[in-house]
């Protein structure tokens, strides 16, 4: 074996091990919430070894399972994450053709501004938003959890960028035969864009699914409180129910990973497919 050869096998070395150490990094907190959710009173053993080898039980996940409330709570994230992704895939879609196909007065302006708006941190708009939810009266009811979701910024930006590097040929043929821009956004414009929206439904979808602070602020009582904010119940003011805690949040990953095992391929081409096109 000559020199060239063993830098190429060191470098192939190297190269696998980064991306070992990396995965095992993002692994790591999976499997230790996994680990502490198959644990009795996980806060009881002095070592990590002790910890490692003590006896598994499933009585946490029974239990979080069985209570009153969990199945609420899982219902309305999972409601309301579905509804907020529909109406971004169907509200960003009519947006980013309009900024990419149409020519209108301000064009530019309303799409810079659509770029500010996803600069600005959301605990900027926490108290405006809160005291507007005041004003409609939407306090602890599904609209204020659903509503002011239904466009994000980030949805209109990426479907507009995907939009541009699609060819316009068959947009201008289907005109020519006496299509409308209905037919031509929903017909040719939507199939065209499904790796785009692939992404787009993800993202919305895990963003909403996780997100804790505008349902916590907005939702007051169990009967529209949503997951992320019903497991923060097991975090009390002296002790934390580690072991329920991290059963109710394995269950709560689960739907996420399902998603991802499913439409891996889809994200990767919805990711790679604007780098490709010319």
Not at 52 to 71: E, K, S, V, W
Not at 146 to 171: A, C, K, N, T
Request: net charge positive.
């Amino acid at each position: 074996m000559n020199s060239s050869s063993i830098r190429s096998l060191l470098a192939h070395s190297l190269r696998y091990a980064v991306l070992i150490a990396a995965a095992a990094l993002m692994v790591f907190p999976l499997g230790w919430m996994l680990l502490l959710s198959l644990k009795e009173r996980p806060q009881s053993y002095a070592t990590f070894i002790d910890l490692l080898f003590a006896p598994n039980t499933l009585a946490n996940y029974r239990d979080i399972l069985l209570a009153d409330t969990f199945g609420r709570y899982f219902l309305n994230s999972l409601g309301i994450s579905v509804i907020v992704t529909l109406g971004n895939l169907l509200f960003c879609l009519m947006a980013a053709f309009a900024f990419a196909r149409k020519e209108f007065r301000g064009r530019e302006l309303f799409f810079t501004t659509v770029l500010g708006v996803m600069m600005i941190p959301p605990h900027v708009v926490m108290i405006p938003l809160y005291r507007m939810m005041v004003a409609f009266g939407w306090i602890n009811t599904y609209y204020a959890l659903i509503i002011p979701w239904l466009v994000m910024p980030f949805g209109i930006f990426l479907l507009r960028q995907y939009i541009l590097s699609l060819p316009r040929d068959v947009e201008d043929a289907a005109r020519i035969d006496g299509a409308s821009e209905w037919y031509v956004l929903f017909r040719i414009v939507l199939p065209l864009a499904k790796p785009a929206l692939t992404v787009l439904a993800l993202y919305v979808f895990l963003a909403t699914w996780n997100s804790f602070l505008f349902p916590f602020l907005f939702a007051n009582d169990t009967a529209h409180r949503t997951l992320t904010v019903g497991l923060a119940s097991f975090q009390g003011k002296q002790t934390i129910d580690w072991s329920h805690l991290m059963a109710g949040a394995s269950i709560s990953a689960l739907p996420i990973l399902i998603l991802f095992l499913i439409f891996q391929k889809q994200i990767i081409q919805g990711l790679t497919a604007g780098a490709l096109k010319e």
